[in-house]
């Protein structure tokens, strides 16, 4: 399986999880939100927003257009951070290392 086919698994994984948990949204945030230039819009969305309507977007269009993925980037400390404290992120998270690691 290559990276990019992996990567599309588990961002497929991803999205099922979030709806699974409720925390998946019909309605895209502000355009001014999405346009926040803090790293994961920590000013503008809740982390779970981020993955939605930035992470997984960006990463299915990259995969449509054939362009080049990103590598070397690493989302699971942050995520660990603002979910510490909540046990039921825990298989949020083991998606989110997953997808660090196949970005590896």
Not at 4 to 21: G, N, V, W
Not at 24 to 52: C, K, M, N, R
Not at 72 to 86: I, L, Q, R, T
């Amino acid at each position: 399986m290559t990276a990019t086919t992996q990567l599309f698994s588990l961002l497929q994984q991803l999205e099922l999880q979030l709806q699974h948990a409720q925390l998946w949204s019909e309605v895209p945030p502000s355009d001014e939100a999405l346009a926040s230039t803090q790293p994961f819009a920590i000013d503008t969305l809740e982390p779970e927003q981020w993955l939605q309507w930035i992470f997984i977007a960006r990463i299915k269009a990259m995969i449509a257009s054939g362009a080049a993925l990103p590598k070397g980037f690493s989302m699971a400390p942050y995520f660990v951070e603002v979910w510490k404290n909540d046990a039921s992120k825990s298989e949020l998270l083991m998606l989110i290392k997953q997808i660090d690691e196949v970005c590896a």
